[in-house]
């Protein structure tokens, strides 16, 4: 079965400092990784996602993401943070075959300070 | 465009009754997903259509929920006899089915509140 951490529940970084928000994933097949937001009261929005190719993906709002094979990781960066990048963040998986079905880490919150 | 609507977007019910949530997604999206999100719990899966067809209900906490899906577009959450822990965010997503690289796009929710 597809499986998703996010080990930290929260993460705080001072503004213009990079940030990383982690991710680790369990998958018996290939995996394809994706990265999203939540705005206080929004719904979740996409950031990014890797599916093959570059293990760097670049996203929305400068956002981008390392995937690492050996280490099942699919971290999310950004070089230099601002106050309102602030939000929940959400790495989801799935694997390929007939399940379309994408499952999601429990979200990791991140406030950045002026 | 339009992206996916979702309606109510609070409901308050009482313990016992039912209530029904609806989603319209992205038009020509195939693919449609139910997920709950409660505090601290992140995302839980709960139900993904293909077309009208459901064929992964695997997350559906009891036989108290049930999802339809008609005419390949909107959808309907129905929570029979509510209970206290069914209180949550409720979200709907869809996506270009049969395409593992589309990401979700979801709606802001229903924040169901039962008392």
């Known amino acids: 079965a597809q499986s998703v951490a996010q080990p930290e529940d929260q993460v705080n970084v001072a503004e213009g400092n990079p940030l990383t928000v982690k991710c680790t994933y369990s998958?018996?097949?290939?995996?394809?990784l994706f990265w999203y937001v939540q705005y206080p009261n929004r719904g979740l929005q996409f950031l990014l996602k890797?599916?093959?190719?570059?293990?760097l993906v670049k996203g929305s709002y400068g956002f981008e993401a390392e995937f690492n094979k050996s280490q099942t990781s699919f971290h999310l960066k950004k070089p230099s943070a601002l106050v309102s990048d602030s939000a929940l963040y959400f790495c989801a998986v799935r694997e390929g075959g007939s399940n379309y079905k994408l499952t999601f880490g429990k979200g990791t919150l991140l406030t950045v300070n002026p | 465009g339009a992206g996916v609507s979702q309606s109510p977007s609070n409901k308050v019910t009482e313990k016992g009754k039912d209530v029904e949530l609806r989603c319209d997604p992205i038009?020509?999206?195939?693919?449609l997903y139910w997920y709950r999100q409660s505090l601290g719990q992140g995302l839980e899966f709960l139900i993904y259509?293909?077309?009208?067809?459901?064929?992964?209900k695997s997350g559906l906490p009891s036989d108290r929920f049930s999802a339809e899906r008609t005419g390949g577009s909107v959808s309907t959450l129905t929570i029979q006899r509510t209970q206290q822990e069914d209180s949550a965010v409720y979200l709907c997503?869809?996506?270009?089915?049969?395409?593992?690289?589309?990401?979700?796009?979801f709606g802001n929710g229903t924040r169901l509140t039962v008392t």
């Open positions: 998958v018996s097949g290939n995996p394809y």
């Open positions: 997503a869809s996506s270009l089915g049969g395409m593992y690289n589309s990401p979700l796009h």
């Open positions: 259509f293909q077309g009208n067809s459901a064929p992964d």
């Open positions: 038009s020509g999206h195939t693919a």
């Open positions: 890797y599916i093959t190719g570059d293990n």
